[in-house]
């Protein structure tokens, strides 16, 4: 089921955003798997930049020979009114060649060139700016007065193309205003987007949350959305981000097992995210149906955890991703956004096909 959705540069309408880890096109979902209803905007993680700021192909192997971005740009035939952009950027980019590339208007004009040249070859929509983060990492102090300044030279070229312009921030409000000019964000990009999850230190020694809706402390999305509007955000452009996957943790007893529980060291990898510490949501599905793994409900944060032994995840399932949609629509923001649909079981392994893409479906239909 789908809802009826405007997607512009203006803006309009109710955004579903979802992210696409083109690395999953060699295992668990190739490009033509990606159900292109169930989204208004799909962003293709990622390019990346050279020392010169023009833009390169995260992996050329994926993204040219086997014409990764053309096979992308393509599912709008499936959905006409669906966007396809192109992300830039991600976590193991670091900042420094971020940083030299907004640094002078001539370094910001030869990247803008080379994105728009990106967008005109291959057919994408916009650019999502994956920064990680600016001024940190290798990054400048005048890195934030720089971003708006990029943005704001970015603005003026992609509306002569019709071009959407998105950014994904942190969600923690100690970083907000050292990372960005959050009104100059909100005054020139189409969409920003909150990147809502890893919000618990995996080497805390303690299990925690990935993505809690409420808690005690300051790290829940409720209280770092609220953060973003008080410091400039417009609700209409703030995109709120829902992880398709969990953060997992190995328990110090086994028979310690709640929220804030000891742990020594990361959770052990599942059949297909095969990294220490993460599992998808559907590998959670599977261990509880087939390893019998228990499912508990935090009412403080409004978010499932489950438990085997001495593993322990805390992820997001139907219930808590249904509750932060309405969260969202209570605020008046702009959407949600996905990391990752390729984490959403693309291949219904656990039942139907993007499970929790088809509750945010339906939680927007009614």
């Given at each position: ?6 997607v ?9 955003i979802?992210y696409?880890?083109?690395w ?6 190739k ?22 700021g ?18 992308f740009?393509?599912?709008?035939k ?9 992300g830039v950027?991600?976590g ?70 019709n071009?959407?312009?998105?950014m994904?921030v ?11 000019e ?9 969409h920003?987007?909150m ?19 409420q ?7 409720e209280?770092?959305?609220k ?16 992880p398709?996957y969990g ?31 993460t ?5 959670v ?19 499932p ?6 593993q322990w ?20 923001l ?7 649909i390729?984490q ?6 656990t039942?139907?096909?993007?499970p ?9 239909a009614n």
């Open positions: 089921m789908t809802f009826d959705v405007g512009s540069n203006g803006s309009s309408g109710v955004q579903v979802c696409y880890g083109s999953r096109s060699y295992t668990t979902c490009i033509e798997e990606i159900n292109a209803t169930l989204c208004t905007i799909l962003i293709y993680a990622f390019a990346q930049i050279h020392e010169n023009t833009l390169k192909p995260l992996d050329e192997w994926a993204d040219i020979r086997l014409d990764g971005y053309r096979r740009t393509a599912l709008k499936r959905n006409p009114r669906l966007k396809t952009m192109l950027g991600g193991s980019e670091g900042s420094e060649k971020y940083s030299k590339m907004v640094a002078t208007s001539a370094s910001r004009a030869v990247f803008i060139e080379s994105v728009i040249g990106y967008m005109q070859k291959y057919g994408f929509d916009g650019v999502d700016l994956d920064w990680e983060y600016p001024t940190r990492r290798g990054g400048r102090l005048e890195d934030r007065e720089n971003l708006s300044e990029l943005l704001k030279e970015m603005r003026i070229e992609f509306d002569r193309h071009y959407l312009m998105t994904s942190v969600p923690n409000d100690a970083s907000i205003d050292t990372f960005y959050v009104p100059q964000l909100s005054k020139y990009l189409d920003i987007l990147m809502m999850y890893n919000m618990h230190s995996p080497t805390s020694g303690r299990t925690g949350h990935n993505a809690p809706l808690s005690s402390n300051r790290y829940n999305v209280y770092s959305t953060a973003w509007v008080r410091k400039g955000g417009t609700p209409a452009k703030l995109i709120l981000g829902i398709a953060r997992s943790f190995t328990l110090a007893d086994p028979g310690s097992h709640g929220i804030g529980a000891p742990s020594v060291g990361l959770g052990l990898p599942g059949p297909y995210s095969r990294a220490n510490g599992l998808y949501h559907y590998e599905l599977h261990f509880q149906k087939a390893l019998g793994w228990t499912r508990e409900w935090s009412e403080e944060q409004q978010v955890y489950s438990y085997y032994r001495d995840v805390g992820y997001d399932d139907a219930e808590s991703v249904r509750r932060k949609v309405e969260f969202a629509r209570k605020l008046n702009g959407g949600v956004m996905m990391w990752t390729d959403d079981d693309p291949r219904g392994l039942g139907e096909k993007f929790l893409l088809n509750v945010i479906n339906n939680e927007y």
